[in-house]
């Protein structure tokens, strides 16, 4: 209280003093200002200086010189010297109104004027000298009124001092050195110490700190258990994968077939130990070399296999969704030079979405050629001597149908005609068996001669446009004009290959929709089927509207006695064999097939041959029509 | 105990925000919200006119409701005779051509502040004519502006080098015409302020020969008005005075900005208007020495003519209220 009393105390002293020195100085510049205008007008006795004086004078006479005679507000403001000098002050500055006016009256003479103006000089120089006075009065009041605020001043930064350090006394015991407690624990979790202890008072708290350091406490609590849980799960989790790898360590090394995981540059990581008696090497001493080159692998030929054409490259180029790559034959090499045949399946491995190696799982096929061959050769036997004695059967049903061994009641016509039938169907097997089994031996002859396709074609589709037509089917063709006159075609190899992709196109399109016969001449590369047709190439394209292949078979569609469920589920009639034979035919002459095809809607086969024809091939024996 | 600190952190923070919001608050800044009005102003096309096209390019006078039209005016003559003749609502010019009108007609003018405070004349002289000295200009022909401020300063700088008036020939000129003049030998000389003595300059090269007329003295660019319209619109003159303040302030802040606005409003080399930029003391005032040089303006005239009369009350003249009003500080006649 006493403080605030001193404060207003100061407060009043220094606004009194501000107050009278404002006065002051107004007065003293008034003052100057009444003086310039004197001798303004007494050197040229203007008018507007008069007007001027006359201003200024009566401004000053209410203003301070006068104080409104409040004698009491006169005594309380003044000091008794300011008094004194404030008085002597009224009576000059009446004393210069009187002489002004003297002066400035039109009836004076030059001399009494020229007296009063040394008069009203000295008078002024009086004032203004008192008036510096008074200022000098006034500024020791300002002094003391600043004092007076410096003491406050000074006070006040003394008390903030006294604030501030109870401000950071309070805050260091109740923030600070809680804070830092927690600090330290905090520190010590970060450290894998997860058994922390606070400060009971801390704990005890229920500020802020209090409800942190509990909620930490907890924290910390539940963090141990779930460490603990995590441990353990850790730990099972560890078995469970030492016994995965144990398991799969022991199956990888007992399986009978070859396995090789590669990284992504080829390079063998891991290989079992069929692998290494199969290729007669030690597998320490091949990790992280070129698979291909350990298995020094050949093609079907015998020849030195190019690399794109390889499963297990194909793996590692194939997109992240592309099925395993299986081979058809390829020959690896032992460590003592000797060659052997293997079926392989490689298959793509992924991690996190990316393709990170390989994994070739092979085989010897040795034996397994060796009784494909004994069995093609085998069938190729039967079926030589079965035709004999079923062509036998044809003649003798044809002499009975012919009436040349006398007339047949119409129940026996009747029972001839599906022997001869039977016969035919039969006949018809045994030809395809024997194509397929010339065909598995390469021992067929591929003979190109210089026709004109076109040619060749219209004769099958005069044909195969009157079965299409007792099936309620049409067969549209689309010839490109630009087709080359004459190519080098083997004539019963094109036959058989137009010949299967229309018969197969009439069969399955179940007598609806009409089928497309088209031949395009290619003269720029370009994509059919999601295939690329290279230019200067000959494309046969058969569409269908038929029941098509379901997705999931099309994959088998070229294997051999391959049937679709679809078609056998319908009872439609086939060998698995037409489109078996046709690719084998269309691969060894330089060819190239693949088809499109969605279920219910139909199927396109595309032929590609190159535009200078079939390639020749010697053997020993022509397919059978 | 954190309950006390709480209480005294809460009053510090309040007694801060308190002190802060009383003496550091930004002053509000008063926006015009009224109807548009129109002024239409002739002033004098040089740099002295600089806060009126500033405050027009800025937007100042558009903020005070004001839509401002220039008259460019080569001369404070013509612009006295533009608010004579009430083709303008206000004009400005130099003290003289005011005296000068307020000595012959008497006419109900008022000055209701000054924009410029200025040193600009010079006699520029042309050396063929056979002026290399200030004695040569004795029996030459001199243009100048009659009745305009390089009239009086003409005259003094005359009296000062002990040459009569009769003994020159002076030749009313509009002082766009000074160069064509000078090249025609229809004058020897002339009297012309800024820009035309640089024009005059770079016409006679090496042919030059320049005084000063007006060392130790400056003139004001005022501003004025019938009497009429200052009383009839004292709110519309507050808001034009307040605009120019800001125009003022603006040259302040963006010196170069301001010197480009000038460019481009009267047309000359901007390295030019730089070197004579200084000359000018660009302020809205008004000086108890104006009224002490229009009275010294009025007496050289009514000696030089012998007319026998005082010097007019030229506080009779002044409009200082209005100016008083919007900032005392500005306003140092005494009152």
Known sequence: MLLIAFIARVYYVSEQAMNKAKTVNETLVGLFELNVVTNDYLLHREDRALEQWNLKYDFLMKGFISHGRNEANFNHTHTEEEKKILNEMELEFLDIGNIFKKISSDNISGNLEDVLVGQLSAKMQLMINDAFSIFNESNKGVENAKNLI???????????????????????????????????????????????????????????????????????????????????????????????????????????????????????????????????????????????????????????????????????????????????????????????????????????????????????????????????????????????????????????????????????????????????????????????????????????????????????????????????????????????????????????????????????????????????????????????????????????????????????????????????????????????????????????????????????????????????????????? | MKKILLVILASVSIGAIIFLYYNFRIAEKVQYNGPIEKIKIAAYKGERSSLIYIAKEKGFFQDNGIEVEILDNDSGVRSVQSINNSEVDIATAAEYPLVSDILENENNLKIFGAIDFVKAYEVIANKNSGINSIEDLRGKKIGLKKKSEADFLFGVFLTSHNIADNEVGIIDLEPTNAAEKIANGEIDAAVVCDPYTNILKNYLGNNLADWDVQPNRNFYHLLFAKADYINKNPELVKRFLIALIQAEKYINSHLLDSQLIVERNIGVDLKYLQRVWDKNNFSVSLDQSLVLTMEDESRWRISKEQLNRKSPNYLNYLDFKILDNIDSSRVTIIR
């Open chain 1, 150 to 625: 410096f003491i406050v001043f000074f006070i006040f930064l003394a008390i903030l001092f006294i604030i501030i350090l109870m401000v950071v006394y309070i805050i260091r015991n109740s923030i600070s050195i809680p804070l830092a407690e927690l600090t330290n624990e905090v520190d010590k979790i970060s450290q894998g110490n997860l058994s922390i202890k606070m400060n009971d008072k801390v704990i005890a708290s229920k500020d802020e700190i209090g409800v942190l350091a509990n909620s930490f406490l907890v924290m910390t609590k539940k963090l141990n258990e779930s460490y603990q849980n995590l441990e353990n799960k850790v730990k099972q989790r560890t078995f469970d994968l030492d016994r995965a790898k144990a398991q799969d360590d022991a199956m990888l090394e007992n399986i009978g077939e070859g396995l090789v995981f590669v990284d992504i540059q080829n390079k063998i990581m891991f290989l079992n130990r069929a692998s290494e008696k199969l290729l007669g090497i030690d597998r320490n001493s091949v990790i992280g070399k070129d698979w291909i080159e350990v298995a020094q692998v050949l093609d079907e030929n015998k020849q030195k296999a190019k690399r794109e054409n390889l499963p297990v490259v194909k793996s590692l180029l194939s997109s992240i969704s592309a099925p395993a790559s299986v081979s058809r034959l390829f020959y690896f090499t032992k460590k003592n030079g000797e060659i052997f045949p293997v079926a392989i399946n490689a298959s793509k491995v992924i991690l996190k979405n990316k393709i990170i190696g390989a994994i070739d799982i092979f085989r010897d096929i040795s034996i397994e050629k060796e009784v494909d061959k004994a069995k093609t050769e085998f069938v190729s036997l039967v079926s030589h001597e079965l035709r004999t004695p079923l062509t036998g059967i044809r003649w003798n049903t044809e002499i009975l149908s012919k009436k040349k061994a006398g007339v047949l009641t119409i129940k026996q016509k009747r029972v001839i005609k599906e022997i001869q039938k039977a016969n035919m169907r039969m006949l018809g097997l045994i030809n395809t068996l024997l194509n397929v089994s010339r065909l598995e031996a390469g021992t067929f002859i591929v003979e190109p001669k210089d026709l004109n396709i076109l040619d060749l074609v219209k004769v099958i589709l005069k044909e195969q446009k009157l079965i299409a037509k007792k099936n309620g089917l049409i067969i549209k063709t689309n010839f490109e004009k630009d087709i080359p006159a004459k190519m080098k075609l083997d004539p019963q190899l094109t036959n058989m290959i137009v010949q299967n992709l229309l018969s197969n196109a009439i069969k399955y399109s179940l007598s609806k929709g009409t089928i497309n016969f088209d031949i395009l001449n290619i003269k720029k590369d370009k994509v059919y089927g999601k295939n690329l047709v290279k230019k200067d190439s000959i494309l046969i394209i058969v569409v269908d509207q038929g029941m098509g292949i379901p997705i999931k078979e099309q994959g088998n569609i070229f294997s051999k006695l391959y049937r679709a469920d679809n078609a056998k589920l319908i009872g439609i009639q086939g060998t698995g064999l037409g489109l078996y034979i046709t690719k084998t035919i269309i691969d060894n002459v330089g060819g190239n097939i693949w088809f499109e095809s969605e279920e219910n809607k139909g199927t396109t086969f595309f032929v590609s041959l190159p535009i200078s024809g079939m390639k020749a091939r010697g053997g020993t024996k022509k397919l059978e029509k």
